[in-house]
């Protein structure tokens, strides 16, 4: 069964740390660009970045530039975020994806192939 599942979530405080794991099954991650989407309450699904595959170039929300870190192990089919100095607009449900192209900006678009269900963060004190 082709799956991505996330763990890692729960709750922080501001200011705090959190590494969000991605786990794939049933097929070959490193085919594949990886990333992240968050969707917020009451607000519109968002892009938080995303990996190559043969090439390990990262692309990040301009927003999130400098605190959040996607990283990936292929060997372990593992995908990560790390994500640092978070605040209460953090909070989200984060979503990890499999697909063919990662880009600046990076969309929920038809190059997405695989979702996880998503792990939920919650940033407060």
């Known amino acids: 069964q082709v799956q991505l599942v996330e763990s890692g979530g729960g709750l922080v405080q501001p200011g705090g740390s959190l590494r969000l794991s991605c786990a794939a099954s049933?097929?070959?991650?490193?085919?594949?660009?990886v990333g992240w989407f968050r969707q917020a309450p009451g607000k519109e699904r968002e892009g938080v970045g995303c990996i190559g595959n043969t090439d390990p170039t990262t692309y990040y929300a301009h927003s999130l530039k400098g605190r959040f870190t996607i990283s990936r192990d292929n060997a372990k089919k593992m995908v990560y975020l790390q994500m640092n100095g978070l605040s209460p607009e953090d909070t989200a449900v984060y979503y990890c994806t499999a697909g063919t192209l990662c880009y600046e900006d990076y969309q929920p678009d038809s190059s997405l192939e695989v979702w996880g269900r998503g792990t939920l963060v919650t940033v407060s004190p």
């Open positions: 049933g097929f070959t991650l490193d085919s594949y660009v």
